[in-house]
Nanobody, 125 residues
């Protein structure tokens, strides 16, 4: 079974930083496309950052140059380093995975098979 578990969420002030982590287990992690999504109540889940098997990355334009996605394949870990945080970054953040062979970058939530339960990020002004 595939399991993704996020951690690192919490409260921060605008301008601050947080680092989210996602621990993956139960599958061959190395070849998977991984991504971070976020969602607020009543809104559609949106992609934040993507990283493919070759470590190529892409970002939602609103977080580009502020967030950095990375992966450690040896440890089956995914990270999202978030800086210069803004109140509009407040959301539930989800780790997601898609198997090899699929297009990775900028893919919506429909393209991802596996999800964590989320970690809440709250940014105050």
């Amino acid at each position: 079974q595939v399991q993704l578990v996020e951690s690192g969420g919490g409260s921060a002030q605008a301008g601050g930083s947080l680092r989210l982590s996602c621990a993956a287990s139960g599958y061959r992690y190395n070849g998977y496309c991984m991504a971070w999504f976020r969602q607020v109540p009543g809104k559609e889940r949106e992609g934040v950052a993507w990283i493919d098997y070759d470590s190529s990355t892409s970002y939602e334009r609103s977080v580009k140059d502020r967030f950095t996605i990375s992966r450690d394949n040896a440890k089956s870990m995914l990270f999202l380093h978030m800086t210069i945080l803004k109140p509009e970054d407040t959301a539930m953040y989800y780790c997601a995975a898609a198997p090899p062979g699929r297009y990775c970058h900028q893919t919506t939530h429909y393209g991802f098979d596996y999800w964590g339960k989320g970690t809440l990020v709250t940014i105050s002004s």
